[in-house]
């Protein structure tokens, strides 16, 4: 017997990012590199960097308890947590089963997702999935990331782009049409070693060889991961578009993942929007991967910029290769 699917909408958001900046001029005391050499091919100027007894997990409790408080709602009514990142406390436990005791969420089930970039457009959407069935009726998604923890500090291609931060938001039913519309998720696992941690895992476990190859900090291939973006963030943009039964010219506001001020513009002018209806904050927090889209979200929610009854839409991309959007009537 089929039945009608729920509607899923944002009832709450929360962020959180470390007290500690690392501005540019810092960074050219660490490599060659220069504030115009980075603001010129990224658009970064600064980025939070988390304390070192910070872990992910802290970072991610501190944002979920944000967005609790923002949607009024206590941490035992939270049926399911999904901490997307790339940068677990640990290999297991999850690191959501971490978050879920910190907060107090008692009676929440926990798991983390892993998809690079995207993981909190794929968090998003699969949270959505939950409430949609009707088996939660309250789902706490979080995008943290602890980026400098596995940053190599003497790579200059890799070291100026990376921050910290968290993110989340509370997803409740809704019978109003102020819901997620829409979502898209992709992967393309051929550009794997684009963008990836070479050692650590069962492929190549931790050894002194290893470590001494600095083979447990981020390696990535820009100029390809450069390309593969620029054709993905508007294409996803438009599909989930397509999906909502809307068009471009519906479009209201676009928050993308925060990586390159380059590939945000290209994006832009891919969907004929003009910058004032896309939220940038890569220029004060870096990429903070997972955490980038929930952080550009409140910030956009806080500014007055996004509005009742607005189109809006999320892109991501990143390590996997994986892409994603979400279309989301606020």
Sequence with gaps: ????????????????????????????????????????????????????????????????ERALENAGMAPEEVDLIITATNTPDMFFPATACLVQEKLGAKNAGAFDLAAGCTGFIYALATGSQFIATGSCRTVLVIGAENLSKITNWKDRNTCVLFGDGAGAVVLRPTVEDRCILSFKLRADGAGALHLHMPAGGSRQPATRETVGQNKHYIHMNGREVFKFAVRVMGEAAEEVLALAGL???????????????????????????????????????????????????????????????DNVVMVGFGAGLTWGAVAIKW
């Design 247 to 309: 068009s471009k010219s519906d479009l209201d506001f676009f928050i993308p993942h925060q990586a390159n001020i380059r590939i945000v513009k290209a994006a832009a002018r891919r969907l004929g929007l003009p910058m004032e209806k896309v939220l940038v904050n890569v220029d004060r927090y870096g990429n903070t991967s997972t955490a980038s889209i929930p952080l550009a979200l409140e910030e956009a929610l806080q500014s007055g910029r996004i509005k009742k009854g």
């Design 1 to 64: 017997m089929s039945r009608e699917l729920i509607n899923a909408g944002i009832a709450g958001t929360g962020t959180y990012v470390p007290e500690r900046v690392l501005y540019n001029s810092q960074l050219e005391e660490l490599v060659d590199t220069s504030d115009e050499w980075i603001r010129s091919r990224s658009g970064i100027r600064e980025r939070r960097i988390a304390r070192p007894d910070q872990a992910t997990s802290d970072l991610a409790v501190a944002a979920g």
